[in-house]
């Protein structure tokens, strides 16, 4: 029988050695083979935000908004010209939570549904929130009234989808190729209609409208674009649609076909929809989104989105949300309906990108630079504190396969230990996943946090302070047989910060066999 020929010190058994790595700040990858994976990767990265040197264990949130009668479908925030107020719609009521606390009595009532798309639009009369959802009447509040606007030429409740364009409000009717426009400046008053049943080449129905800001080469234009439920992208650039001299058809383009209404988001001058085909900034698509997907900003993690689309689709709450303080860009994947949610989190700086759970999100908004998301009878405010509304963040981490320098060489891994930056002690769990195997080889955690007082926050001499991040490097023994390696490191935290800097290892080489 032939034996393992391992590195030995002569007289003695097989030699310890050390490596280390750094934490995979490249973030989630799910598209890569396991073993054609960037060592900087992760298989899985679950509540870890790749920053542009670390792993940041990600904030959690509270509830700030309390008492809605059932699942809060839409979050909307009013800018008024003094100050700011945050809605929710909840049971077909809408509520104002801009205080937070509990809501108390819905300050609209009678509304078919909770599921509203809605803007801010400002004209010579004040400052409007204007909101419709193709059920019910489209609805004004001018920062102390709800209104009905008269709208002629047109039956107003049939009105699904709102824009803003060159000074025009712009609706969409619901189920149909038909988009609808009011005059310049106004936000009542006799809509006329722009028809595209002889424009797009596939039928469908308009699910919405956006407006792309780009430069053609003869300076900065916004130009009106409108994608149907098959994927076209129709594109017009000018501002009156009655003036055949003014709007002129740029272009009907095709893309993977969008889910949700709330399919678009408008980023810095791009825009970005989500596709059956991954999130897809308009730039991009238009050119090469179906023959060339690693345009798509979610390349990276494209299996992943495709997965999801293809299974949860039509499923109420895709959306995306871009939180600048946070360097971050969201896409809300709602898994189930009403009742788990989850966040494909990109570092709109480095571009990696990880998973968020924990925060089961209808919908989002920005509401004073901070993002907020409507659960189950509350609105959260998310990013916020250290812990989940008071439970622990429990973070998973699988970085890429490691050959550690020696491919096809037998190891044994028996230590590792992963350096922390961090102002408290998280319960962790370090094991070894070998030879791609992706199970999960760690167990449970059970965590009880200190609970580390804020500034300005606590009671003097009362309560335990964190005082600035430290460094915690412990060992632990794992184990692990085989050629290479992945360590596995699930955390349980509250109340405290935590990134990830690296992890030493020490393992034993051995032969081929």
């Known amino acids: 029988m032939r034996r393992a020929l391992r590195d030995k010190v002569p007289g003695r058994g097989p030699v310890a050695i050390t490596a280390s790595l750094p934490s995979p700040a490249g973030g989630w990858n799910a598209r890569d083979s396991l073993a054609d994976m960037a060592p900087a990767d992760a298989v899985l990265l679950e509540n870890w935000f790749p920053s542009t040197s670390e792993l940041v264990l990600r904030r959690g949130y ?177 501002a009156d649609p009655a003036s055949a001299n003014d709007w002129l058809l740029v272009g009907i383009f095709r893309i993977g076909a969008p889910v949700g209404k709330r399919c678009w988001l408008k980023y810095a001058g791009d825009l970005l929809i989500i596709t059956n085909d991954g999130v897809y900034p308009l730039s991009g698509a238009l050119q ?92 959260g405010k998310a990013w916020d504190t250290f812990s989940d509304n008071g439970a622990n963040i429990n973070a998973d981490a699988l970085p890429a396969f490691n050959y550690f320098g020696t491919r096809g060489k037998l190891k044994r891994w028996t230590m590792a230990r992963p350096i922390f930056r961090t102002n408290g002690s998280p319960a962790l769990q370090i094991n070894m996943n070998v030879d791609f195997d992706t199970s999960d080889t760690t167990s449970p955690l059970n965590f009880s946090p200190t609970n580390y007082a804020t500034w300005d926050n606590a009671e003097w001499d009362e309560a335990s302070w964190g005082g600035g991040l430290n460094i915690l490097k412990n060992w632990q023994g794992v184990n692990g047989l085989g050629y290479c390696g992945s360590p596995r490191l699930i955390v349980a935290s509250s109340g405290i910060e935590v990134s990830w800097v690296s992890t030493d290892f020490v393992m034993e080489r051995g032969g081929v066999l």
């Open 62 to 238: 509270r509830q700030y908004a309390t008492g809605f009668p059932t699942q809060v479908e839409t979050v909307m925030s009013y800018n008024g010209t003094i100050a700011g107020e945050l809605f929710g719609i909840s049971g077909g009521e809408v509520y104002d939570a801009t205080n937070g606390g509990a809501v108390g009595a819905a300050v609209l009532t009678g509304l078919t549904n909770s599921r509203w798309e809605w803007l801010n639009v400002a004209t010579t009369g004040g400052n409007f929130l204007y909101m419709v959802n193709g059920v019910d009447d489209p609805t004004l509040y001018d920062g102390s009234s709800w209104t009905n606007p008269s709208i002629t030429g047109v039956t107003p409740e049939n009105l699904s989808n709102i824009n803003l364009h060159k000074n025009r409000v712009w609706f969409i009717e619901e189920n149909t190729l038909k988009a609808w426009y009011l005059p310049a400046g106004a936000i009542a008053g006799a809509a006329n209609d722009l028809d595209m049943s002889s424009v797009a080449q596939l039928g469908g129905y308009l699910v919405a409208m956006a407006t792309w800001t780009i430069d053609a080469g003869y300076g900065v234009d916004d130009l009106a674009v409108f994608i149907t439920t098959e994927g076209e992208v129709i594109v017009y650039r000018g």
């Open 288 to 379: 090469s989104s179906r023959t060339n997907p690693k345009v798509a900003v979610t390349d990276k993690i494209q299996t992943a989105v495709g997965d999801a689309t293809t299974a949860y689709g039509a499923n109420f709450g895709w959306q995306l949300l871009h939180f600048p303080k946070g360097e971050q860009l969201w896409l809300n994947v709602p898994t189930s309906e009403g009742s788990a949610q989850q966040q494909y989190v990109m570092n709109t700086t480095s571009k990696a990108w990880c998973n968020y759970t924990g925060w089961d999100a209808n919908c989002w908004a920005i509401y004073n630079d901070d993002p907020y998301f409507g659960g189950n009878t509350f609105i």
